[in-house]
């Protein structure tokens, strides 16, 4: 069965100081992973997606992430944090073929001024 | 981009009454659409996966016969929570596959439709 697990519910940065969010993941096939941003009272937006292609995954707003196979991890990580950036960050899988996707607990991002 | 629309927004009703939520693709047509389901501060659940056309398909542990599904149009698909109870109360997302043929596509998510129940 394929499962994410974001190792961090509530993260806290100072503005324009770096974001790491982590991610580690299962799956027994090739995984297709995905970072999704929900802000207040509002829908998901896909941030980025793997799918086997380049490891190193740059998204929009300045986020990038690196799939790294030995470590079955996915981090989300951002050079310089921004107000706007504060929100709810899913990391999702989706096993290749599958129609489902399998969404993380989430990790709350808070930015102080 | 693609973009998943929801209505209404939110919803308060009566304990006892009936629900229906709708999710349209706005500038693609959606084989598959899925709704899920938001408790506060937590992750989504997926409930039901919606092929246009056919049956929805239900996960363990959702009452197929509460939440009643419907995908009529590529560009159309609703939730019909029936005697809704306080308990129903929640966020319910949908999201919609664009499929483009690959076993990669990705899902847009709708803005999501807040359910309170008294």
């Known amino acids: 069965a394929q499962s994410v697990t974001q190792l961090d519910s509530h993260v806290s940065v100072s503005e324009g100081t770096p974001v790491l969010l982590r991610c580690n993941y299962s799956?027994?096939?090739?995984?297709?992973l995905f970072w999704y941003v929900q802000h207040p009272n509002k829908g998901l937006q896909l941030l980025l997606k793997y799918t086997s292609a380049a490891t190193l995954v740059k998204g929009i707003n300045g986020f990038e992430a690196e799939f790294k196979k030995s470590e079955t991890s996915f981090h989300l990580t951002k050079p310089s944090a921004h107000m706007s950036d504060a929100a709810e960050y899913f990391c999702v899988v989706s096993v290749r073929g599958a129609q489902k996707l399998v969404f993380g607990q989430g990790t709350r991002l808070t930015i102080n001024p | 981009g693609a973009v998943v629309s929801q209505h209404p927004s939110w919803v308060i009703c009566k304990s006892g009454t009936s629900v229906k939520i709708e999710c349209r693709s706005l500038d693609f047509q959606a084989t598959t659409m899925f709704w899920y389901r938001q408790f506060p501060k937590q992750s989504l659940m997926l409930m039901a996966t919606s092929n246009e056309g056919s049956k929805a398909t239900y996960e363990q542990g959702v009452e197929k016969d509460k939440f009643l599904i419907n995908h009529a149009s590529l560009t159309l698909s609703t939730l019909t929570v029936t005697s809704a109870h306080p308990e129903d109360s929640s966020f319910y997302i949908c999201?919609?596959?664009?499929?483009?043929?690959?076993?990669?596509?990705?899902?847009?998510f709708g803005p999501g439709t807040r359910l309170t129940v008294l």
């Open positions: 799956s027994s096939y090739s995984p297709s």
């Open positions: 999201s919609a596959r664009v499929n483009s043929g690959g076993a990669t596509d990705t899902q847009y």
